[in-house]
Every structure is written in structure tokens, then in C-alpha cells.
């Protein structure tokens, strides 16, 4: 069983809290959700993930696990969750934003997308039938329609024709989806994607397409094609117009969003869930957030400071080592160093979404998010 049940509304912005029910648990929203691209969270133990960092849901990328390790293996285990041995909910992408980013050759057509391996240039073809039964065997909870990801530079036109080949392979996917069962005996959900680019009334087609397809197999909605390379500032323009527009009783997902202050202001304009690279990636490569502000592990003024890695953090990392252990890490290129900020900053982004959705029950989530969002966007 799947469902969604809004529990706290902030009345001075459309942030809320709520409680969405699938059968790996309850997962309490506003969330973060750590991505696992290839079936593990980079350098992070499964176990810390449940109890130091406290992650409810994780992400599996279709694309990667369908080259690697490839449907009949990740069949035989039983479905993702037994191969990565993971209890809690999972969300899969369907792979169209890989294929955009990674693939060295690929295709577009109102049948599919023809792409060429990343991995060893073998030629691959998704169509959505074959994505919905790709994602049926990966077994997550809650799986992506296939799109198109659209560059957020693109022209009018070619957003048009974008969104025309999204909305017709949305239309052959939800087909698929309703057509087909689960096959390891739980429930799954999909999520239309609302593609569109920065063009309002292109945003609002792909609303209307997407809400006429609607039925209790459609989980929530996701919001793509932002974060791709347009203005901050449209993308915030473009949640507060399409948020308005999607069922109330049904999650929000921002596709691949973002920076913590991405995310507050995501949240101040009605979205529900978010999942990103960057506390992983940016974590590997010495960045680390916090509530006081961004810090780069690899510069000289933390050689000699010995106080612990970040007071107000949530991880036992963050009161065992110090600052100059991780800069000294970092230096001498020790695998640990990223493990140590990658648990860092994923403690800290589900810290970040449990205290919005206390101030969102407190209904003071828009003044508390106007004072925080400064200090964490500055350098220190």
C-alpha cells in the first residue's frame, strides 16, 4: 500500500509536512533522499545510513543498474532492496538524465532513446514499455516515468518538441505501468516527470498532460529539467508556478535539488522530496555544509584546528574527529577523508529537512528559513 497523508501546512509559505506510507515504511516528508546510484550510497555503510545519518528512503539509477549489474542478476537476487540489503524504501530514476549527461552517442525518437554504453560503447535502446518492466525487476517502491531531460538553456522550440516526446512516452509508460504487477509481491508506485524547461506555459501543458493520465497508480508527481543549467531563479519561478497546480494529496519531487538552500526554498514552495549528488560528490572532494556555513577542508586555515569537526552536527563524526584531522586526510589523499564528509554532510541534509518540518509544525517555517538560509550559503 502506498499513500500520502499532509499533516502541518506552514500558513505565511506552501511549505507542509507530511507522512507517505509504501511497503518498505513511513517516510516522513520534507526528505532528503541520499542517492545510490549503482545500489550503495558512496562510501557509507548501510548501517549508518539507518542510524547515524537516519536516511528513510534511498535513490537506485536505472541506467547504471541495467548495465551493471544487469536485470538477470539483480533478478535472481530478488530485487534491489535483498541485493544491496537495504530494508527501507527505494526510488528509481528511469535513466533519462544519464542518458543526457553520460552517454557518448545517443537518439532520440518517438519510440525511444538509442544510446551507446558509457561503460563499453555497446548499443542500448529504452522504450517506455521495456523501462517500466526494467524498473518492475530493479522492485523499488517508487519508480520515474521515462523522459527527456531538457537543457535548461534550450530555445522555445526546442523545449516544445522535448516536452511533446516526454508527454508521448508518458503516455506508453503509464499504459505499460497499469498493465503490468509488481513481481516480488509488494506494491509499486510511478511518478510522472513535468518536463517543460522555463517556459510557463509549456510547464502548465505538461501539468494538464500528466494530471489526465491520473489514477491511484500514480504515486505523486516529480518536477524534472531543473538544476540543468538555468537561473536559480527560474527554477524557483517555475516550482511556484507548477507546485500550485499538482494534486494536494499527492508527494512533490524535485529532481536532482540541491544546495541546503535549494532545498529550504524548494520546500517554502510546496515540494516534498528532493535528492542530489551533491552531499556525496561534494563531500568527496573536501566540501562539507553546515548551519554556519560552507567549509573547504583542503585550505591551510584548518592545519592546526583542533576543535571538533562541526559542533551543531548531528553524526558521531562530527564530535570524534577535528578539523584538522579530516584537512590533514584530505591532503594526503586517505580514502577515509571522504568517508568522514560524506557522513558529515548526509547527517547534516536530513538534519536540515527534520528541522524544516519542525518549523513547519511550528508554523514559523518561512521566518526561520529567511534568518538560516544566509548562513548557509556563506564561506568560511
Known amino acids: 500500500m502506498f499513500?500520502?497523508?499532509?499533516?502541518?501546512q506552514d500558513p505565511q509559505s506552501a511549505a507542509r509536512a507530511g507522512v507517505i506510507t509504501t511497503p518498505h515504511?513511513?517516510?516522513?516528508?520534507?526528505i532528503f533522499m541520499p542517492v545510490g546510484t549503482v545500489g550503495s550510497v558512496k562510501g557509507v555503510y548501510h548501517r549508518d545510513l539507518e542510524e547515524d545519518i537516519r536516511a528513510q528512503i534511498i535513490l537506485g539509477n536505472t541506467y547504471h543498474l541495467y548495465l551493471r549489474p544487469g536485470l538477470d542478476t539483480l533478478y535472481k537476487a530478488g530485487g534491489l532492496h535483498k541485493f544491496e540489503h537495504w530494508n527501507g524504501p527505494i526510488l528509481t530514476d528511469s535513466g533519462g538524465f544519464q542518458i543526457f549527461s553520460l552517454a557518448p552517442i545517443r537518439k532520440l525518437t518517438p519510440e525511444g532513446c538509442r544510446f551507446a554504453s558509457h561503460i563499453d560503447g555497446s548499443r542500448h535502446t529504452f522504450t517506455p514499455e521495456n523501462n517500466v518492466d526494467t524498473q518492475r525487476i530493479i522492485g523499488?517502491?517508487?519508480i520515474m516515468a521515462l523522459d527527456e531531460c531538457c537543457p535548461g538553456d534550450a530555445d522555445q522550440r526546442y523545449a516544445a518538441k522535448s516536452l511533446k516526446l516526454t508527454q508521448g512516452w508518458l503516455e506508453r509508460f503509464a499504459a505499460r505501468f497499469d498493465q503490468t504487477e509488481p513481481l516480488y509481491g509488494y506494491t509499486q508506485v510511478m511518478f510522472p516527470i513535468i518536463q517543460g524547461c522555463v517556459y510557463p506555459e509549456l510547464r502548465r501543458q505538461a501539468v494538464e498532460h500528466a494530471l489526465s493520465l491520473d489514477n491511484p497508480?500514480?504515486?505523486?508527481?516529480?518536477?524534472?529539467?531543473?538544476?540543468?543549467?538555468?537561473p536559480t531563479e527560474k527554477m524557483y519561478e517555475m516550482l511556484e508556478l507548477t507546485c500550485p497546480l499538482l494534486p494536494q494529496d499527492k508527494p512533490r519531487y524535485l529532481m536532482g535539488v540541491g544546495t541546503p538552500a535549494n532545498i529550504l526554498e524548494g520546500i517554502a514552495r510546496g515540494i516534498d522530496m528532493f535528492d542530489c549528488v551533491m552531499p556525496t560528490r561534494n563531500g568527496r572532494n573536501g566540501m562539507l555544509f553546515t548551519w554556519n556555513g560552507i567549509m573547504n577542508m583542503r585550505?591551510?586555515?584548518?592545519t592546526d584546528d583542533f576543535s571538533p569537526l562541526d559542533p551543531a552536527g548531528t553524526s558521531f563524526v562530527d564530535s570524534y574527529y577535528t578539523k584538522a584531522y579530516l584537512h590533514h586526510l584530505f591532503i594526503a589523499r586517505e580514502m577515509f577523508a571522504a568517508m568522514v564528509a560524506t557522513e558529515h554532510n548526509l547527517a547534516f541534509y536530513l538534519d536540515l529537512v527534520r528541522t524544516a518540518r519542525t518549523h513547519?509544525?511550528?508554523?514559523?517555517?518561512?521566518?526561520?528559513?529567511?534568518?538560516?538560509?544566509?548562513?548557509?550559503t556563506q564561506r568560511l
Open 25 to 30: 515504511g513511513t517516510v516522513q516528508t520534507p
Open 3 to 8: 499513500n500520502f497523508i499532509r499533516t502541518a
Open 360 to 376: 513547519i509544525e511550528a508554523v514559523d517555517f518561512k521566518a526561520w528559513k529567511d534568518a538560516v538560509v544566509p548562513k548557509l
Open 299 to 302: 585550505n591551510a586555515r584548518w
Open 140 to 142: 523499488a517502491d517508487i
Open 217 to 230: 497508480n500514480r504515486g505523486g508527481y516529480a518536477v524534472g529539467g531543473l538544476a540543468v543549467g538555468e
